[in-house]
């Protein structure tokens, strides 16, 4: 799907990005040509984009409505195979993200991991090698607001992925989950070179919300045109 882009009498479309973390969508969608607003519960002190500490959910329907589209990554640990292997609770906060997001207006995407997709209404799924990444980190993400987002086609996995937590050899992908190895490798791989550890293993590719954003754009541009 072509992009849209923007021309210098229209302004940037601005995007909030909720429970942003270090940033890994945000810069995907400003790449793609969108104005960011970040908003997360913790200080991230490594976001690159204007940020506003608060908790996520209540931001999006007091000033949701103020932006063109709303990117929102709830906490993935709720539906993290590690975190119920550990027997860690965390908050499932899907469904009060979905509804607070409906009450916008707004287009929107709901970011998760492989566990939530029972919980997710058709979620398009993206995957490393889909956009050149030598790295398989499946994603999964939900459109609403009278967004659709189409599948893509998902490559076979043909090159053997590391261990989790330990060094990457030749020829390997690396999975950069956990307390892994290789921070500069795994900052190259992904695109995310402001980042620590921690921002890396939670982290979306921004080549995922880049083409996520470049798909809003060419919609809205028919929108426009009709």
Partial sequence: MAPATPTSHRPRPRLLDAFCCQ?????????????????DLAPQPRYPFTFVQADAVEFIRERGAEFDFIHASPPCQHDSDCQRIRGNAHPDL?????????????????????GAVPKLRRPAMMCGPMFGLETYRHRYFEAGGRLRLPQLPHPAHTVPQAKMGRPVPPGYYGQFVGNFSGVPLARKVMGVEWMNRDGIRECIPPAYTEWLGRCFLAALALREAA
């Fill in 23 to 39: 940033g890994g969508a945000s810069m995907g969608y400003h790449l793609a040509g969108f104005d960011i607003v970040g908003v």
């Fill in 94 to 114: 899907i469904a009060p993200t979905r509804a607070a997001l409906e009450s916008t207006g707004r287009p929107w995407v709901i970011e998760n991991v492989r």
